[in-house]
Nanobody, 124 residues
Framework: QVQLVESGGGLVQAGGSLRLSCAAS????????MGWFRQAPGKEREFVAA????????YYADSAKGRFTISRDNAKNTVYLQMNSLKPEDTAVYSC?????????????????WGQGTQVTVSS
């Protein structure tokens, strides 16, 4: 059974940084794509970034390019989202997701497993 557990959220001032972690277990993820999504109050969940576990190719939403970096640690089975230069509009619940396919994807329905989410709040 696949389990994804996020951590690292919190309250930060605008311009600050946070690193989110997603610990994955229950499967060999070598042929998976791992993604980060976020959902702000009153808004739909949106794609933030994704990484192919094998090879490490990365993909970003325009809102994340240049500020966020997705990475993975094979030994720890963990995916990270380093977020820099945070803005109040980045405030959301951030969720990790796993797609059992090696092709990258940006749509919520294309992912098979989800974590419980972690709150990120950026104050102005």
């Amino acid at each position: 059974q696949v389990q994804l557990v996020e951590s690292g959220g919190g309250l930060v001032q605008a311009g600050g940084s946070l690193r989110l972690s997603c610990a994955a277990s229950g499967r060999t993820f070598s042929n998976y794509v791992m993604g980060w999504f976020r959902q702000a109050p009153g808004k739909e969940r949106e794609f933030v970034a994704a990484i192919r576990w094998s090879g490490g190719s990365t993909y970003y939403a325009d809102s994340a390019k240049g500020r966020f970096t997705i990475s993975r640690d094979n030994a720890k089975n963990t995916v990270y989202l380093q977020m820099n230069s945070l803005k109040p509009e980045d405030t959301a619940v951030y969720s990790c997701a796993a797609r059992s396919d090696s092709l990258p994807a940006r749509k919520e329905y294309e992912y098979d497993y989800w974590g419980q989410g972690t709150q990120v709040t950026v104050s102005s």
